[in-house]
């Protein structure tokens, strides 16, 4: 055999050579393939674990819920800001402000039309307003509700603003100012307005009128009572942690079932907009419920077939987990009447907390099997707590004569607090036991039936005046002079009439009258307004100055009965919303571009001005331990 030629061998070695070359790429690309392969694998299993914890990751009686798969935008309150103008002072306001908010301010006014000459608009130019000292630069803030609805209303506070002089804000009326979210400033880059704010001026209703540096009050911080009112609709929004266009129909078909359009509602309910936002629209029967129609959402079921099976799958996740309750109540009431069959038997469980829960979405649900429970509940609990909310839901709930009596009979009970609870209760329902009487669109007076005589003022909504025992009179024999002797009462033992002097100001003249000692007329007559045809019928006062006389009569016991205030929670609210760290709402962004907004958080105001939030303590009253008589902070 001859031996290969030495060319033949090179090439053969070559061939060799380039065969274990080409084995070896392949082998390392398929290697890499593989590789490739499993890290995709991995990959894909990691993105369905994330997946898997976020669905999972939920209490067990949240399971199923649009929570476990949805985030709801817009949850949270919102504060707004802005500057605002307080008119009618009596020289205690001031002439002084920061040069940029005084140019800010005229020219808000001069679109107001102030000056402008127009039939209807203010004679006074922008420059003459400001310059006065009947006139007040204030800074006004408010905490918005979640998703409030267009043209609804919520108290807002107002304060002298910093870089002014203003000694007393008291007795004046805020002109329509443009509330904003995030910062307080005044460059042409704001945001847009969500609200505006107007009305009279609240302050303390316990301070003496025009005694300026004569107490410890301050004048300088007021409130308007429903004097906020939505410009637009704050939006909610539900996204989805994992978009998914069928996920979202799935959501929106079921809200829309739970929560059928109504009437004069724009839209449906649940309008999904892609694959990962689901437009929320509240329907009007939930515009002063936005709260509870946001919890309602986040506890409603992805799957709405068979309601009694998901009702009693909560019944046991609860029962089995008793610290559930909220979440349990919230999930019968998404699930609407037809949970009732599986919840009727714990009304009374003897198990406190799966009681309540059953006895509050029951009521909720408007079923009437829930009110004997709630009744006993609100007449034998050891806990003041529960007494007081079993009332609460009862005074939600629809028309039942057994609630209505179970009410009244509640207003002569011992504890002040639940006799509170059963007068809200009843006024809520329209209760024909409660005399109303509107007094010149300052205040309501309401006069409630009890054994127990009381005087309740509101510092929140609608300003009223409670008395509780129809029959409470100013006592007598009295001499009353107060307000630097501008307001003088006497009577004499047995006198049918209390003899009033009164003078508003030292150059007006004064008004003398006499009025009955009853509260109810009493009262009417304090904050009626005088005309032309009956000069007498009235002394025109204020809100906070017929609380303050009617404390001042309390104060030297010429009113024998408890004397309670509603806590003012305008500004306990402003602090427990506004925290500088609190992640702020995507649409309510300004343009960081901006220098004068760089490096501020959402509630700053602005630089170098300093709110009297920094200083004020939410212990000084606003969450004070509850006292027997005054409760107001002071």
């Not at 306001?93 to 000056?115: C, H, N, T, W, Y």
């Not at 307080?184 to 704001?190: I, K, N, P, Y």
């Not at 409130?223 to 998914?244: H, W």
């Amino acid at each position: 055999m001859n031996a290969p030629h030495p060319t033949a061998l090179i090439r053969r070695l070559r061939a060799a050579l380039a065969g274990l070359a080409a084995a070896a790429f392949l082998g390392a690309c398929g290697e890499m393939m593989i590789e490739r392969q499993t890290d995709g694998i991995q990959k894909a299993r990691v993105d369905r674990e994330a997946v898997k914890t976020v669905q999972v990751d939920v209490d067990p009686i949240m399971r199923g819920t649009v929570a476990a798969d949805t985030g709801l935008v817009g949850f949270d309150p919102v504060v707004v800001r802005g500057y605002g103008i307080v008119v009618g002072l009596r020289g205690t306001g001031s002439r002084q402000m920061p040069a940029d908010v005084r140019a800010f301010l005229i020219q808000e006014l001069a679109k107001r039309g102030f000056g402008s000459g127009n039939p209807g608009a203010p004679p006074m130019s922008p420059q003459q307003l400001l310059n006065s000292m009947d006139t007040a630069v204030v800074v006004v803030e408010g905490v918005i509700p979640p998703g409030a609805p267009k043209e609804s209303t919520f108290d807002v506070r107002v304060y002298a603003a910093p870089g002014t002089s203003s000694s007393s804000l008291e007795g004046g009326h805020l002109l329509v100012a443009d509330l904003r979210p995030g910062l307080l400033f005044t460059g042409s880059r704001q945001p847009f307005p969500l609200a505006e704010a107007a009305g009279p001026i609240v302050i303390n209703p316990f301070a003496e009128p025009n005694s300026l540096q004569k107490d410890s009050i301050n004048r300088t911080t007021g409130r308007v009572l429903d004097g906020g009112k939505m410009k637009k609709d704050l939006p909610l929004k539900l996204r989805l942690y994992t978009p998914s266009h069928s996920r979202a129909e799935t959501i929106q078909n079921s809200l829309n079932s739970l929560f059928p359009r109504e009437p004069r509602q724009r839209d449906e309910t649940a309008h999904g907009r892609t694959g990962d936002t689901i437009d929320l629209t509240i329907p009007p029967s939930y515009w002063k419920r936005t709260t509870e129609f946001a919890e309602l959402i986040r506890h409603a079921p992805m799957n709405i077939e068979n309601p009694e099976q998901t009702a009693m799958a909560i019944r046991r996740a609860l029962l089995a987990n008793p610290g559930a309750a909220g979440a349990a109540s919230w999930r019968w009431q998404a699930l609407g009447k037809k949970s009732l069959s599986m919840i009727e038997d714990l009304y009374n469980y003897p198990e406190e907390q799966p009681r309540f829960a059953a006895l509050d979405a029951g009521s909720k649900l408007d079923d009437m099997l829930a009110v004997p429970h709630l009744l006993d509940m609100a007449r034998t609990s050891p806990s003041i707590v529960n007494r007081t909310q079993s009332i609460k839901l009862l005074g939600r709930m629809g028309t039942n004569a057994e609630i209505d009596l179970g009410l009244r009979e509640l207003l002569d009970d011992a504890d002040v607090d639940v006799r509170l609870a059963a007068f809200e209760a009843m006024d809520k329902r329209g209760d024909i036991g409660i005399t109303s009487i509107e007094i010149g669109r300052k205040f309501t007076l309401l006069i409630c039936p009890s054994k127990y005589p009381m005087i309740y003022v509101t510092q929140s909504g609608r300003p009223r005046i409670v008395v509780f025992d129809e029959a409470l009179q100013v006592k007598r024999p009295m001499t009353l002079v107060t307000w630097e002797r501008r307001m003088i009462m006497k009577a004499d033992e047995g006198d049918d009439l209390l003899q009033v002097f009164y003078r508003e100001r030292p150059e007006v003249a004064a008004i003398i009258d006499r009025v009955k000692p009853g509260l109810l007329e009493f009262i009417s007559f304090l904050g009626r307004k005088p005309t032309s045809q009956r000069p007498e019928v009235g002394l025109n006062l204020s809100y906070s100055e017929t609380i303050s006389l009617l404390h001042e009569l309390w104060r030297q016991k010429y009113l024998v009965c408890d004397f309670r205030a509603e806590q003012d929670r305008v500004l306990s609210d402003i602090l427990q919303t506004d925290k500088p760290d609190k992640e702020r709402r995507p649409e309510f962004d300004t343009d960081e571009s901006d220098p004068a907004l760089q490096g501020a958080s959402s509630g700053a105001l602005l630089s170098g001005q300093k709110s009297d939030l920094d200083s004020a303590s939410v212990g000084s009253g606003l969450d004070a331990t509850k006292q027997r008589k005054d409760t107001v902070p002071r």
